[in-house]
């Protein structure tokens, strides 16, 4: 279980996150939704301990990973797998060595049990037979893939994506969720997404948290959320413009 | 409770002291990073297969430049040396005057310029590639060390190459001193190389040596911190391989000031 309690915290005079409170439940998916700029991806920084905050706690099964330091804060990361918005993937490695490399490293494998793993998890993917390819001759879709197969293969407990799907198409966008969906089903992790994709993510989602100016504005269900009468919730989901002051 | 504001004389201290302690800051910052890359270095796990890329991207990749300004170095030293020592009578002393010249000074200085330049910039801006398309985060949160992975390897690596890419350009330097000394000039060979061997001696390889090798961890060391502390986007790494650039170059020629006055 994750609980984040009265999380604070400012760039200089830039107040991002203003007493955010937030429960993920263990094996569920939660997805935070919010406009750009709010605040998500400063909140899931603070979740795998990237950023401090000035105020507030992160407990992970009740450890505060905004107290910890060193090797006490890599024994709660090596619980995490992390999707990071670009893919964040070592572009100096192949595809297949980039899945390799944390149980290479993290693990500490046998190269035998690594090639098989990568494999499966390639295949996992859908990225069979494309392990030998540079991350920089594949497309937006298939390194996004290949940073899910990287996050994964380790099989972690909990699993960070930050905007999996930017950038990408509807199609892709509704693969690679689609892709979420059947890995959290046969691996059981628990998901933290950030994701502003409506109404694709409230297929997937188990529990909507709605980030607004710095707190969660509205949390629950997919349904509750879609049915919402808080007005920054409809018109988020609704996409509906911002009026103009006065009109 | 808001904060009085201060009377307008004593906003330029206020200023001062500002300046004063960020500046403070960030050279602790600075030495910290040097801290850990050591303290990292010297516990295991050693990452042989990264200390062998860094040696090959330090080190062979700036065979070529370190050939061609070790051989001109060489060779304008030998011409302008030449010419002077003609004046006393002195040209037999060609060879010595090259030597020394290049072992103790022009070589480890010249050298570490030159790496530098061609693999220092690169280095900060690989580092600083991988600081902003999060890879190093992507190494954070694998609870793996990037000190581990992309510093103390390239801190290890200067150590190794910077003293080998010096002594490399020591020879070819004095091998265009000889070119333009006996070949074009007319001076003997044996009178180039014999009083070479004379006047010579252990001390003044290793005033080069141990210059080359504080160039080899300052310059790795520069370079890899200013690609860590990368600011944003294209511009953030541009930035960033110009300053460290021009701080190692700096750093590399106030280091050899007082290296040359503890030295023999």
Same mark, same amino acid.
């Given at each position: ?86 893919? @964040? ?6 595809? @297949?060595?980039?899945? =390799? ?13 690594? =090639?098989?793993?990568?494999? =499966? @998890? ?86 909507? =948290? ?38 | ?264």
């Amino acid at each position: 279980m994750i609980k984040v309690e009265r999380l604070v915290k400012a760039f200089g005079r830039q107040q991002v996150l203003r007493g955010l409170d937030l429960d993920v439940a263990t094996g569920s998916i939660t997805v935070v939704i919010g406009r750009s700029g709010g605040g998500k991806s400063v909140l899931l920084r603070h979740l795998i301990g990237l950023l401090r905050p000035d105020a507030g706690r992160v407990l992970v099964d009740g450890a505060d990973v905004t107290r910890l330091h060193g090797r006490a804060l890599d024994e709660v990361r090596r619980r995490y797998g992390v999707v990071f918005q670009g893919g @964040a993937l070592f572009d100096s490695m192949t595809c @297949a060595g980039n899945v =390799a490399f944390p149980l290479r490293e993290k693990l500490r494998l046998r190269a035998a049990e690594v =090639a098989t793993r990568v494999e =499966a @998890a390639l295949t996992q993917v859908g990225l069979e037979g494309m392990g030998s390819k540079y991350p920089a001759e594949v497309s937006g879709g298939m390194r996004k893939r290949v940073a899910i197969a990287r996050a994964l293969v380790t099989e972690p407990e909990i699993v960070f994506f930050d905007e999996p799907t930017t950038g990408l198409d509807p199609i892709l966008v509704n693969t690679i969720h689609h892709l979420i969906l059947e890995l959290h089903r046969k691996l059981r992790f628990t998901a933290v997404m950030v994701s502003h994709e409506i109404p694709e993510i409230f297929e997937i989602a188990d529990t909507v =948290a709605m980030l607004h100016e710095g707190r969660i504005a509205e949390v629950g269900p997919p349904a509750v959320i879609q049915a919402s009468p808080n007005p920054v919730v409809r018109q988020f989901i609704r996409g509906e413009p911002e009026r103009a002051e006065g009109a | 409770m808001t904060e009085r504001p201060l009377p307008l004389a004593l906003r330029p201290l206020d200023a001062i002291g500002r300046w004063a302690i960020a500046g403070v800051e960030a050279l602790g910052r600075f030495g910290t990073f040097l801290g850990q890359a050591l303290g990292t270095i010297l516990t295991p796990p050693f990452k042989f297969w990264a200390f062998v890329d860094r040696i090959h991207y330090i080190g062979y990749r700036s065979l070529l430049i370190i050939l061609l300004t070790g051989g001109f170095t060489g060779m304008v030293l030998g011409l302008q040396v030449y010419f002077t020592l003609v004046r006393f009578g002195s040209e037999a002393y060609l060879g010595p005057a090259v030597a020394l010249s290049l072992i103790r000074e022009l070589g480890p200085v010249l050298a570490a310029l030159m790496v530098t330049g061609r693999a220092g910039s690169a280095l900060t801006a690989e580092i600083g590639i991988m600081r902003i398309t999060e890879q190093i985060d992507a190494l954070t949160v694998m609870a793996l060390s990037p000190i581990r992975y992309l510093v103390a390897p390239s801190i290890l690596a200067g150590l190794v190459t910077f003293p080998l890419m010096t002594a490399l350009f020591d020879a070819v330097g004095i091998f265009g001193g000889y070119l333009v000394g006996v070949e074009l000039l007319g001076l003997s060979q044996g009178t180039y190389f014999g009083e070479m061997q004379s006047f010579v001696d252990l001390s003044d390889i290793m005033t080069g040596f141990w210059k080359s090798l504080s160039f080899g961890v300052i310059v790795t060391w520069v370079c890899t911190y200013k690609g860590f502390t990368v600011g944003h986007g294209a511009e953030g790494v541009a930035k960033a391989t110009t300053d460290a650039v021009v701080l190692s170059s700096v750093l590399i020629l106030v280091w050899d000031y007082f290296m040359g006055t503890v030295l023999p």
